[in-house]
Nanobody
C-alpha cells in the first residue's frame, strides 16, 4: 500500500495558476490509478481528475476541463495537478488518492489547501 503526501497549495489570485504535487511512498506506485479530489467550504468532497497507471488515460470533472491537467511521473512516484485559469470557486482542500487495479480509491493524502482571492 502507498502513502501519499500532497504539496503545492497556497493563496493565489483568480486567473492565476498553481501546480499541486502528490508524492507516494512504496515501490508499487506505478500499479495504482491516481486521482485528485477536492472539498470546498461547506461542500462535499468531489472528483476533480484521474489518471491511469501508465498516464495514458486521463479523466476530468466538467468544471475543470481545459483548465486543469493531471499527469504522473512513475519514476518519481509523483502525480501532479496543473491548475490554470483558477476561479474563486476552485477554493478547496485538494486531496490525492490511489486506487489499486479493480478497486475504489482507498488511500488518501492529508490534503493541501488552495485559496483563491478575487
Amino acid at each position: 500500500q502507498v502513502q501519499l503526501v500532497e504539496s503545492g497549495g497556497g493563496l493565489v489570485q483568480a486567473g492565476g495558476s498553481l501546480r499541486l504535487s502528490c508524492a507516494a511512498s512504496g515501490r508499487t506506485f506505478s500499479s495504482y490509478a491516481m486521482g485528485w479530489f477536492r472539498q470546498g467550504p461547506g461542500k462535499e468532497r468531489e472528483f476533480v481528475a484521474a489518471i491511469n497507471w501508465s498516464g495514458g488515460r486521463t479523466y476530468y470533472a466538467d468544471s475543470v476541463k481545459r483548465r486543469f491537467a493531471i499527469s504522473r511521473v512513475n519514476a518519481k512516484n509523483t502525480v501532479y495537478l496543473q491548475m490554470n485559469s483558477l476561479k474563486v470557486e476552485d477554493t478547496a482542500v485538494y486531496y490525492c488518492a490511489a486506487a489499486a487495479a479493480g478497486s475504489e480509491y482507498d488511500t488518501w493524502g492529508q490534503g493541501t489547501q488552495v485559496t483563491l482571492s478575487s
